[in-house]
């Protein structure tokens, strides 16, 4: 068991002189100093909340149009995937704390889910429509049920992306 107050660049030391260093990435002091890269970890502090509301767009356009699901879930293990490059593998698990089989798990369930209601209610695998809302302050918004499908593949994706990130060098970091 790691001992975290020996390490020469714990947030709560106050000899150690590198706190703003420390709280760039959260898990990236575990890292040895000859290892981290400010230059990367400023990066990846700043690129990966960018790509969060990226994957958020083009989840929302892809319900019109191509892209998604599958596109945003891409967009945020590429997030992931630079915070485990600048950070290790502790940064990866502050970033991301979900566990990915319950990511994958529940990705599938809606997946499946919406075939199979779309089989009971109209007789077609992923069948949908689009709900009309009339909220009020608002103008008229258009939900397809496609959504849920397409939160299905989000979560999918990510729980895969999540799962390799974890895995592959996992025994390089002990």
Do not use: K
């Amino acid at each position: 068991m790691i001992d975290e107050s020996d390490h020469p660049g714990d947030p709560g030391d106050p000899q150690a002189g590198n706190e703003p260093l420390d709280r760039l990435l959260p898990g990236a002091h575990h890292l040895d100093a000859d290892d981290r890269s400010l230059l990367l970890e400023a990066f990846a502090r700043l690129v990966h909340p960018t790509a969060l509301v990226v994957a958020a767009y083009l989840f929302v356009v892809g319900l019109h149009h191509p892209g998604g699901g599958f596109a945003a879930g891409l967009v945020v293990g590429l997030g992931l995937l630079l915070r485990r490059v600048a950070g290790g593998p502790r940064d990866l698990g502050a970033a991301a704390r979900a566990n990915p089989g319950i990511l994958l798990g529940a990705g599938l369930a809606l997946a499946a889910g919406y075939g199979i209601a779309g089989i009971v209610l109209s007789g077609d695998l992923l069948h949908g429509t689009v709900l009309h809302l009339d909220l009020p302050l608002l103008p008229p918004h258009e939900l397809p049920t496609s959504m849920v499908f397409e939160i299905g593949i989000l979560l999918i994706t990510v729980g895969v992306v999540l799962d390799i990130l974890r895995t592959l060098g996992a025994e390089d970091d002990r």
